[in-house]
């Protein structure tokens, strides 16, 4: 298969599933050498695991390197182009899904040993703190503004030129960042694939007692992103461009 701009988006995207619903996995589940380790290290790694996916999805062919749906609808907004996203998103959508089955494998004895439905969803999507639909979509518009206000000052031309291989890392930082100081409402889905791939892939999947997929909350993790999208990607589209 050639390089292209739709391979990297699924293989980077699956590497940011991989690794970032990894890192939730070894934390919630049972008998894993990660345990209880807590919200620092999912949102540590998280941050790397996006860094990493940003990387990926350069090497294989995307140069936006956007894994979300959500940043391919801002810049799609602040540049009046649109023709990315029938190829991007799909793409993205498909790699989450991959990312989330390998998640899965990977952790494949760990899911009977882990009594707790809640837990096993958990590794797969986002969910409330506190169940509340209006305040849980504030929080992930809000939480996707920062993330596009935050990419769009990365890579603004006024800065000047970013050293090669340093972007990807500041965006990992900038992950970090909304991870640490606004993730603790809703989990910061911040990205639609993110979300829905996985969710869908514990809906179908094989899995020891899993529960429901709560696809009554599926919906915020859509929505929230976004209206963050096209909010932020106004702002930069009159403020920054």
Do not use: C
Not at 63 to 80: E, K, M, Q, S
């Amino acid at each position: 298969m050639q390089l292209s701009p739709f391979l990297g988006e699924l293989v980077g995207t699956l590497v940011l599933i991989l690794l970032g619903d990894g890192v939730v996995a070894n934390v919630v589940l049972k008998q894993t050498k990660g345990e209880s380790s807590g919200w620092i290290v999912i949102t540590t790694g998280w941050a790397f695991a996006v860094t990493m996916g940003v990387f990926v999805a350069k090497v294989f062919g995307s140069i936006d390197a956007h894994l979300n749906p959500a940043v391919t609808v801002a810049f799609a907004v602040a540049t009046g182009d649109f023709s990315k996203m029938a190829s991007y998103i799909p793409a993205q959508l498909i790699g989450a899904f991959l990312g989330a089955v390998l998640v899965w494998l990977q952790y494949l004895p760990h899911w009977a040993a882990t009594p707790d439905p809640g837990a096993k969803l958990a590794v797969f999507s986002t969910g409330p703190a506190i169940r509340h639909p209006l305040g849980n979509v504030i929080s992930e518009t809000i939480g996707t503004i920062a993330l596009i206000i935050g990419i769009a000052g990365i890579s603004a031309k006024a800065l000047g030129t970013i050293a090669i291989g340093l972007g990807p890392y500041l965006v990992g930082v900038l992950v970090w960042s909304i991870g640490l100081s606004l993730g603790g409402t809703t989990g910061y889905a911040i990205n639609p694939a993110r979300d829905l791939g996985p969710r869908i892939a514990h809906a179908i999947l094989p899995i020891p007692n899993k529960g429901s997929s709560d696809w009554g909350y599926a919906w915020v993790p859509i929505v929230g992103p976004v209206l963050g999208a096209v909010l932020g990607g106004l702002l930069i589209r009159w403020y920054a461009l």
